[in-house]
């Protein structure tokens, strides 16, 4: 009878044991999941932060551009982003690095869901419209939504033109929804100020209520 008592008490405290091994092998794993996702999120910032603060735009040069498009899937923003930047920004140790060079970001629909694939596009050689010189680098899955506002100097804008404006925004702001696996949505986003490195510029591009410079609200 006393061995029997003994060996269930052994089973329930084997039992509590391997409940708390689990629970704290699922926070462990929670922790380094969001610990990877803070890491991404970093690297895309700093990627945003480089290209968009080497923002070149001249107007005497019809291949430098600054072109910010609004697009919408589902009352979700899926904007998308084509500039070229004076940053030398590799993705990888074996792309070739550029002086001047037009770089995009852009949404591609994932087969079979309702989330996108942000995709960062680099052209190392804008004297060629070849698809060799476009180097395309995944940034980040299972997007929800990505949206891209400008700001002028007066108003806030969801596009922007640098054909018609002949300028670059002042600021610009990013914002980013990630779904994780269980449906929980993360966000983020990043407000840059664009150094004005262009000749005689003329702002202007806005035509939406003012939101403030510099705004960093959620």
Do not use: C
Request: net charge negative; proline share 3%; charged share 20%.
């Amino acid at each position: 009878m006393e061995v029997l008592v003994a060996f269930g008490i052994l089973s329930v405290i084997l039992g509590l044991l391997f409940i708390s091994i689990h629970q704290t092998e699922r926070t462990v794993n929670s922790v380094e999941a969001g610990s990877h996702f803070e890491k991404k999120m970093e690297i895309i910032r700093y990627l945003l932060r480089e290209e968009l603060l080497g923002a070149y735009l001249n107007q005497n040069d019809p291949l430098t551009v600054f072109i910010g498009l609004p697009n919408k899937y589902r009352n979700r923003e899926t904007d998308s982003l084509i500039f070229t930047t004076l940053a030398q920004t590799r993705l990888s140790q074996t792309a070739p690095v550029s002086h001047l060079e037009g770089v995009q970001y852009l949404l591609f629909k994932k087969t079979g869901t309702s989330l996108f694939t942000l995709v960062h596009e680099q052209n190392t050689n804008l004297l060629s419209y070849g698809t060799q010189a476009v180097t395309p680098e995944t940034l980040l899955t299972r997007v929800w939504s990505f949206r891209i506002r400008y700001f002028d100097g007066m108003l806030w804008t969801d596009r922007w033109n640098s054909v018609q404006s002949h300028a670059l925004p002042l600021l610009a702001r990013i914002d980013i929804v990630v779904k994780d696996e269980k449906g929980k949505k993360e966000k983020f986003f990043e407000e840059i100020q664009i150094p004005q490195s262009t000749l005689n510029q003329n702002q202007g591009g806005g035509n939406e209520i003012p939101e403030g410079a510099g705004s960093t609200e959620n």
